[in-house]
């Protein structure tokens, strides 16, 4: 119930392309959305989020995607560059209960290749 | 700077020596939590607070301690540590009850226990 899974574990992509990252959850009280990028050797950061009462949010080339009603929301990486190779992680967390406590996807390593 | 400062960020250790990865913040922050990273299974939350004297176990606090006696500072006590517990240690912090629990992290404490 209070899984969030991550899938690809790890994608490859050419420059220029396009990077898609997919999670899923169950936890219907979960209401904010973050993702969270870590390159090698640094802590996460978070990179963009969303909250469920919009489907979609841009920022720069980063694009989540949001569909309430198969729980699911996805990161896609636009004009993948070199420097964006790094692991992202999802993330879900409800404003009631233990609110705040960010449940976190197991990760997705990207490659983006020159 | 606002920043989250782990110590040490490398340690080698034996079995049973009891060792403390301190954290520290300068943001003010309420919550405060560790995570262990490990290769395909993400990040793990060990224990959160919400603010001083509150503390709540994550996923997996088996063989961990934890205190916060002041809001900047909250340690992570591996007691008898075990090479189970040989990972990469990550505190965060942020500032509670927004619904939008945007982590700071720490540059991580690589723990090896042999």
Same mark, same amino acid.
């Given at each position: !119930? !209070?899984?969030?899974k991550q899938s690809p574990q790890s994608l490859i992509v050419q420059k220029g392309g396009i990077s898609i990252i997919n999670c899923a959850y169950e936890n219907t009280a979960f209401d904010y959305f973050?993702?969270?990028?870590?390159?090698?050797?640094?802590?996460?950061?978070?990179? %963009?989020?969303?909250?469920?009462?919009?489907?979609?949010?841009?920022?720069?080339?980063?694009? %989540?995607?949001?569909?309430?009603?198969?729980?699911?929301?996805?990161?896609?990486?636009?004009?993948? !560059?070199?420097?964006?190779?790094?692991?992202?992680?999802?993330?879900?967390?409800?404003?009631?209960?233990?609110?705040?406590?960010? %449940?976190?996807?197991?990760?997705?390593?990207?490659?983006?290749?020159? | 700077?606002?920043?989250?400062?782990?110590?040490?960020? &490398?340690?080698?250790? =034996?079995?049973?020596?009891?060792?403390?990865?301190?954290?520290?913040?300068? *943001?003010?922050?309420? &919550? *405060?939590? /560790?995570?262990?990273?490990?290769?395909?299974?993400?990040?793990?939350?060990? &224990?959160?607070? *919400?603010?001083?004297? =509150?503390?709540?176990?994550?996923?997996?606090?088996?063989?961990?301690? =934890? $205190?916060?006696?002041?809001?900047?500072?909250?340690?992570?006590?591996?007691? $008898?540590?075990?090479?189970?517990?040989?990972?990469?240690?990550?505190?965060?912090?942020?500032? /509670?009850?927004?619904?939008?629990?945007?982590?700071?992290?720490?540059?991580? $404490?690589?723990?090896? =226990?042999?």
């Amino acid at each position: !119930q !209070q899984q969030v899974k991550q899938s690809p574990q790890s994608l490859i992509v050419q420059k220029g392309g396009i990077s898609i990252i997919n999670c899923a959850y169950e936890n219907t009280a979960f209401d904010y959305f973050p993702w969270y990028q870590q390159f090698p050797g640094k802590g996460p950061a978070l990179l %963009i989020a969303i909250r469920p009462d919009v489907s979609e949010k841009k920022e720069g080339r980063f694009t %989540i995607s949001f569909n309430k009603s198969a729980k699911q929301f996805s990161l896609h990486i636009m004009d993948s !560059q070199p420097g964006d190779s790094a692991t992202y992680f999802c993330a879900a967390s409800s404003s009631g209960g233990s609110q705040g406590n960010l %449940i976190f996807g197991k990760g997705t390593k990207l490659s983006v290749k020159p | 700077e606002a920043q989250v400062t782990q110590n040490p960020r &490398y340690l080698i250790t =034996v079995t049973g020596k009891k060792l403390t990865v301190t954290c520290s913040q300068n *943001m003010n922050h309420e &919550y *405060m939590s /560790w995570y262990r990273q490990d290769p395909g299974l993400g990040l793990r939350q060990i &224990y959160y607070s *919400m603010n001083v004297e =509150v503390t709540d176990k994550g996923d997996v606090p088996e063989g961990y301690k =934890v $205190s916060r006696k002041e809001k900047r500072n909250f340690p992570l006590i591996l007691e $008898s540590p075990s090479p189970n517990q040989t990972s990469l240690y990550f505190c965060a912090s942020s500032f /509670w009850g927004s619904g939008a629990n945007v982590l700071t992290f720490g540059a991580g $404490s690589r723990l090896t =226990v042999l």
